[in-house]
């Protein structure tokens, strides 16, 4: 069982930064692949960005690439978005997830969530 929480979300003004964390429980958080997805009031669950196992290829949806940055931190069990150059449309609550295999989590079905963190952008 992976247990993940995610944390620093915030409000922040159009043009700020944000850098959200993903603390996962587990001995063998190395082996999963991690992914950020966001849910915006009104909108379907949207792809923001995943990274493989050992952190060697990311994957970035087009409405955030150049924005964002996915790495992870094995040693400290962390995977994290940084976020830059923010816009209200960014405005959501974003959640991680993690699966042992890179593809399903970018496909939105990874066997782990956590429970999100809020991510307001004003204008």
């Known amino acids: 069982q992976v247990q993940l929480v995610e944390s620093g979300g915030g409000l922040v003004q159009a043009g700020g930064s944000l850098r959200l964390s993903c603390a996962a429980s587990g001995r063998t958080f190395g082996t999963y692949a991690m992914g950020w997805f966001r849910q915006a009031p009104g909108k379907e669950r949207e792809f923001v960005a995943a990274i493989s196992s050992g952190g060697g290829s990311t994957y970035y949806a087009d409405s955030v690439r150049g924005r964002v940055t996915i790495s992870r931190d094995i040693a400290k069990n962390t995977v994290y978005l940084q976020m830059n150059s923010l816009k209200p449309e960014d405005t959501a609550v974003y959640y991680c997830?993690?699966?042992?295999?890179?593809?399903?989590?970018?496909?939105?079905?990874?066997?782990?969530w956590g429970q999100g963190t809020q991510v307001t952008v004003s204008s």
């Open positions: 997830a993690a699966d042992q295999l890179v593809g399903t989590v970018l496909s939105g079905t990874g066997r782990f």
